[in-house]
């Protein structure tokens, strides 16, 4: 009979930043469209809604890794697979946003301006929701010990 390892306690943390990511780059999109549209037309309609869109896909990439990683909790390799999965992950979204910059940069239905502002905000925006989903967690100091090395 095998039994399955626990959810590492941080799962509950990274499910609650995804579903308040997502709903940060809707209502990035919803602000950051009309106002493009308003400051440069069209371009700046795209412009905002690529950024939320971006922020969405890269910012939740990191949220999305760590629940998949947490998936071979109990595995031996569980550490080394855990880092493989992050750090490609990461190497991953910075090949992607390296590609995109260049392919998307001096594009005429594209306000780059209107981009790069509305990515800067949803970064910001969502360095604040990190930081406050994980201050009201309720986490232990020390979590996920096994069995033979907890001091009770």
């Not at 969405?56 to 569980?78: D, E, H, K």
């Not at 981009?115 to 994980?134: C, E, Q, R």
């Amino acid at each position: 009979m095998t039994t399955s390892a626990p959810a590492p306690s941080s799962t509950p943390v990274f499910r609650r930043i995804l579903v308040a990511g997502s709903l940060l780059a809707l209502a990035v999109a919803v602000v950051a469209a009309p106002v493009g549209y308003a400051v440069s037309g069209g371009p700046g309609l795209v412009g905002g809604i690529l950024g939320a869109a971006f922020a969405l896909v890269f910012l939740g990439a990191t949220a999305a890794s760590i629940l998949v990683a947490n998936r071979f909790a109990g595995s031996p390799l569980y550490t080394t697979l855990f880092f493989a999965v992050v750090m490609g992950t990461w190497i991953l979204k910075l090949v992607i946003f390296l590609v995109l910059a260049v392919v998307l940069r001096n594009q005429p239905w594209l306000d780059g301006k209107v981009l790069f502002v509305t990515l800067v905000a949803a970064v910001i925006g969502s360095l604040v929701l990190d930081v406050v989903v994980i201050s009201r967690s309720r986490m232990p100091l020390v979590s996920d010990l096994p069995a033979d090395r907890r001091i009770d």
